[in-house]
């Protein structure tokens, strides 16, 4: 699946979040997906709103690493986060608290 695909599903995911689910959560979480489809986005949560940006997003709250297929296996819920993060699959840098959020939120 190319990185285009992935941001797609992505956006759809993001813009389809309950803003009643992030009310409380602001920051935002830079994505670097290593790999064949790799890439950078970030998602920023403000104000019970969460928007989808490409790049690489400067001072954000936490860096997420993961590849880009294991990213697409826990969008499917075939990977827990939980357990990537446990195993190293998923690598994160930055405020943990805002971190726990973001299964919950996707």
Do not use: H
Not at 14 to 27: F, H, M, R, W, Y
Not at 55 to 65: A, E, K, L, R
Not at 73 to 83: A, P, Q, R, W, Y
């Amino acid at each position: 699946m190319s990185y285009d695909v992935i941001v797609g599903r992505l956006k759809e995911s993001v813009g389809s979040i309950d803003p009643a689910k992030i009310s409380g959560a602001n920051g935002v979480f830079q994505f670097n997906l290593s790999g064949d489809n790799g890439g950078s986005f970030y998602v920023k949560i403000a104000d019970g709103k969460a928007e989808l940006g490409e790049g690489t997003y400067d001072n954000p709250d936490v860096t997420i690493s993961v590849s880009a297929d294991n990213l697409l296996k826990m969008m499917e819920g075939k990977l827990n986060g939980t357990t990537a993060f446990m195993t190293g699959k998923l690598k994160v840098k930055g405020n943990m608290a805002l971190a726990m959020k973001l299964q919950a939120l996707m």
